[in-house]
């Protein structure tokens, strides 16, 4: 099992960039996927982006490819998620999630580990 636990959530003008952090205990990290998924209030979570356990392969929601960023250093147990040209649209908790196997997926029945949640806000 990994815990995790989600930071560098807050407040931006649309426009702006934040870039959350997910921290990670267990030895299991660096072994498999990581992902990001959001929710909104009212909404379903959704899938923002994962990553492999090596970081070379990622995978992005058509709503925020070529904005958002997703990366890891294993050496750190940590997984990032840079946000850029955030949208009203983009506000919403964001989870980090540990994946139960190596590769990129995107279902979160694939994911066996949750964080707690980081809140973003973007005013227009």
């Known amino acids: 099992q990994v815990q995790l636990v989600e930071s560098g959530g807050g407040l931006v003008q649309a426009g702006g960039s934040l870039r959350l952090s997910c921290a990670a205990s267990g030895r299991t990290f660096t072994s498999v996927a990581m992902a990001w998924f959001r929710q909104a209030p009212e909404k379903a979570r959704e899938f923002v982006a994962a990553i492999n356990w090596s970081g070379g392969n990622t995978y992005y929601a058509d709503s925020v490819k070529g904005r958002f960023t997703i990366s890891r250093d294993n050496a750190k147990n940590t997984v990032y998620l840079q946000m850029n040209s955030l949208k009203p649209e983009d506000a919403a908790v964001y989870y980090c999630?540990?994946?139960?196997?190596?590769?990129?997926?995107?279902?979160?029945?694939?994911?066996?580990?949750w964080g707690q949640g980081t809140q973003v806000t973007v005013s227009s």
């Open positions: 999630a540990a994946g139960r196997y190596r590769v990129v997926t995107k279902a979160p029945a694939d994911f066996g580990s």
